[in-house]
């Protein structure tokens, strides 16, 4: 298979690099402020015509090919510059679930950073077990009452609309009660805390609490209890490598490590093997896209290979520089995290044994 540039690619590269050489230093890459400011950054991408490449251009996408996504990721990692917002799998998950409705009022203002967005899945008692969520929304009228707690919630001291799951049917299977909504964050009975991770970062995660949030009836993505198909759609999205850049940036992480040292320990080497492994998945999982090819569960696999991937290199990168620097022990730190986030890893074995190879199925 042929991965260089084609023509209208090259050029899309060249005008790409030109603009993070000017932009891409204004904006700081780690910490609270990289948090805080993720919103300008999303904003300058999309005005500099590089964000929500290969969505619908009815919303404020380009509808280009998802190459040109890879390439952005490639280019953001190669500058130093901050990634791309994680809004896709949102993107996805309202572009086939919700009305066009919503669509039209939702997908624009998500795409061009205008309008902030969380996801509230996860809860305390509910994380990869996301099937035994309690948070419930009651028919009131023409609204929805919302109580419950989420966490792990991404932007939500920031957000200005949250895409919740809640039960909606206490009496049927608990896959079958759940419900999708979007939720307006600046009403009375939403309570957002922060939660500070062992790196310090304050900024990226939150857990909020809903205690009477009202919410339209119409905003109701699907009907009730079609929300466990938009999670899953949510889901296998987001544990998709190819579209979520970090193979380069992985890359990019063990070329400095190898530069510090004339003696590459061996959890260096192995760390650049696996990140070549997850590299070409990654074109793998490109050309199947390029081909029309949707994934399910295979989105677990791909999952675990980011997370054996992420922790290899946050160990190269505590062997080679040590505790004692900031960054890399940051790195190490955020890849444990790998293993919960996104579904844990025993959780994404147990799909691939059930659902890919069939074990336990009679």
């Excluded at 309202?94 to 509230?120: A, N, T, V, Y």
């Excluded at 008692?125 to 991404?154: C, E, M």
């Excluded at 939150?206 to 938009?230: C, H, I, K, S, Y």
Aim: proline share 5%.
């Amino acid at each position: 298979m042929d991965f260089r540039d084609s023509a209208e690619e090259a050029a899309f590269r060249r005008r790409l690099r030109d603009w993070l050489e000017v932009h891409a230093k204004e904006f700081p890459t780690s910490g609270d402020e990289y948090w805080a400011r993720q919103g300008d950054w999303h904003r300058a991408l999309y005005q500099g015509g590089f964000f929500g490449l290969s969505w619908p251009s009815e919303f404020g996408g380009q509808e280009l090919p998802p190459v040109y996504d890879v390439i952005l990721d490639e280019e953001l990692a190669r500058a130093g510059a901050p990634p791309r917002p994680s809004l896709g799998y949102l993107v996805v998950g309202l572009g086939r679930h919700g009305s066009k409705e919503l669509q039209q009022r939702f997908l624009p203002g998500m795409i061009d950073g205008s309008e902030r967005w969380c996801q509230g899945f996860s809860e305390p008692g509910a994380g990869s077990d996301l099937a035994s969520l309690t948070t419930t929304a009651t028919l009131d009228g023409d609204h929805y009452v919302i109580n419950g707690h989420k966490i792990w919630t991404s932007y939500s001291d920031v957000a200005d609309w949250c895409l919740v799951l809640a039960r909606t049917d206490p009496t049927v299977k608990r896959h079958k009660g759940i419900s999708a909504f979007i939720v307006d964050m600046h009403q009375p009975g939403i309570q957002q805390r922060p939660l500070k991770m062992i790196s310090g970062v304050t900024k990226e995660f939150g857990q909020v609490t809903f205690d009477g949030a009202r919410v339209p009836v119409e905003n109701m993505v699907g009907a009730p209890g079609e929300g466990w198909p938009l999670a899953m759609t949510v889901v296998g999205h987001e544990r998709e490598p190819s579209t979520l850049g970090f193979a380069a940036r992985y890359g990019k992480l063990v070329r400095a490590l190898a530069k510090r040292t004339d003696d590459p320990p061996e959890d260096l080497v192995w760390a650049a093997v696996q990140v070549e492994m997850l590299t070409h998945h990654v074109r793998r999982r490109l050309s199947e896209q390029l081909d029309g090819l949707s994934h399910g569960p295979e989105g677990s696999i791909d999952k675990l290979l980011m997370t054996w991937v992420d922790q290899s290199v946050g160990h190269a990168a505590v062997s080679v520089a040590g505790v004692e620097d900031d960054e890399m022990l940051g790195a190490y730190m955020y890849s444990r995290a790998q293993s919960v986030m996104g579904g844990t890893s025993q959780i994404q074995k147990n799909i691939i044994a059930s659902r890919i190879l069939g074990l336990g199925v009679r």
